[in-house]
């Protein structure tokens, strides 16, 4: 609705945002079949603390859902990863946080290039490591009679999200065979983590279950870690009722890591 009524608001509010401050650089990067407008206004917060901030969009997404059905996992990885390259040119200190896939890919970046980059923490919101559904184990046969899923649950408690947040009203289901061929990847790779670990999730999500935190906590190899748990948002955590609890202790566990 938002691309149709006002296609210069859509397209400003989906793209990759930057905001130059000081040597730290934050990355988000946004969730499956989302847009970087979901973490837009944290990275606003995040340049009022005088931090450097770089929003990416993932490849497909934030355009049209016919560009999400022609990528794979390794498209979304490697718009993470040239965030991650542009991030570490124009700061020393970096910390990645992402929301749903964009955590998972957070996580997942940090596992590859903690020893390569100065990857200082890293911070998922409302990551998936599994997706609990009956129905998965038969995606690759009903893909080519069943293109496009619908989203039956909106991911917010907030109701009014609805006139504001953007993403598509569907997945592409070859996007979601991509996505759990993505996920195998993540579980194998996690005890490669060692840098400090912020894990936010929400008890009310009914995308990504709250054990999916238990699972991170349990397999990486981080010496410092904390969990949080939120009880009154949904799945889009940067957006819902929460979310100034949320920047604050974004902000915080930040802060942190310079504390002496």
């Given at each position: 609705?938002?691309?149709t009524l006002c296609p210069d608001y859509f397209i400003h509010r989906c793209s990759p945002f930057y905001h130059k401050g000081n040597s730290t650089v934050v990355l988000l990067i946004n969730g499956f079949s989302g847009a970087s407008n979901?973490?837009?206004?944290?990275?606003?917060?995040?340049?009022?603390?005088?931090?450097?901030?770089?929003?990416?969009?993932?490849?497909?997404?934030?355009?049209?859902?016919?560009?999400?059905?022609?990528?794979?996992?390794?498209?979304?990885?490697?718009?993470?990863?040239?965030?991650?390259?542009?991030?570490?040119?124009?700061?020393?200190?970096?910390?990645?946080?992402?929301?749903?896939?964009?955590?998972?890919?957070?996580?997942?970046?940090?596992?590859?290039?903690?020893?390569?980059?100065?990857?200082?923490?890293?911070?998922?919101?409302?990551?998936?490591?599994?997706?609990?559904?009956?129905?998965?184990?038969?995606?690759?046969?009903?893909?080519?009679?069943?293109?496009?899923?619908?989203?039956?649950?909106?991911?917010?408690?907030?109701?009014?999200?609805?006139?504001?947040?953007?993403?598509?009203?569907?997945?592409?289901?070859?996007?979601?065979?991509?996505?759990?061929?993505?996920?195998?990847?993540?579980?194998?790779?996690?005890?490669?983590?060692?840098?400090?670990?912020?894990?936010?999730?929400?008890?009310?999500?009914?995308?990504?279950?709250?054990?999916?935190?238990?699972?991170?906590?349990?397999?990486?190899?981080?010496?410092?870690?904390?969990?949080?748990?939120?009880?009154?948002?949904?799945?889009?955590?940067?957006?819902?009722?929460?979310?100034?609890?949320?920047?604050?202790?974004?902000?915080?566990?930040?802060?942190?890591?310079?504390?002496?």
């Amino acid at each position: 609705l938002l691309k149709t009524l006002c296609p210069d608001y859509f397209i400003h509010r989906c793209s990759p945002f930057y905001h130059k401050g000081n040597s730290t650089v934050v990355l988000l990067i946004n969730g499956f079949s989302g847009a970087s407008n979901e973490m837009r206004e944290l990275g606003e917060k995040l340049a009022q603390k005088g931090y450097s901030v770089y929003g990416v969009r993932l490849a497909g997404h934030g355009t049209d859902i016919y560009d999400m059905e022609r990528t794979n996992w390794r498209s979304w990885y490697q718009s993470a990863f040239e965030g991650l390259q542009k991030a570490s040119r124009w700061g020393n200190r970096i910390f990645i946080c992402g929301l749903s896939l964009g955590g998972a890919l957070s996580l997942y970046l940090t596992a590859r290039h903690g020893s390569e980059f100065p990857i200082y923490g890293v911070i998922p919101l409302g990551a998936p490591i599994f997706i609990d559904d009956i129905t998965l184990p038969f995606l690759p046969f009903a893909m080519p009679f069943k293109r496009f899923v619908p989203k039956t649950d909106r991911d917010y408690q907030d109701q009014s999200l609805h006139l504001t947040h953007i993403d598509y009203p569907s997945m592409p289901s070859r996007s979601i065979f991509q996505l759990l061929l993505f996920l195998q990847k993540l579980q194998a790779a996690l005890q490669q983590i060692t840098v400090p670990l912020l894990g936010i999730y929400s008890l009310q999500d009914k995308v990504v279950p709250a054990r999916n935190l238990h699972y991170i906590m349990k397999h990486i190899s981080s010496q410092k870690k904390e969990a949080v748990w939120v009880e009154n948002s949904g799945h889009i955590l940067t957006e819902d009722f929460e979310k100034n609890r949320i920047f604050r202790l974004i902000a915080s566990f930040i802060t942190q890591q310079f504390a002496t």
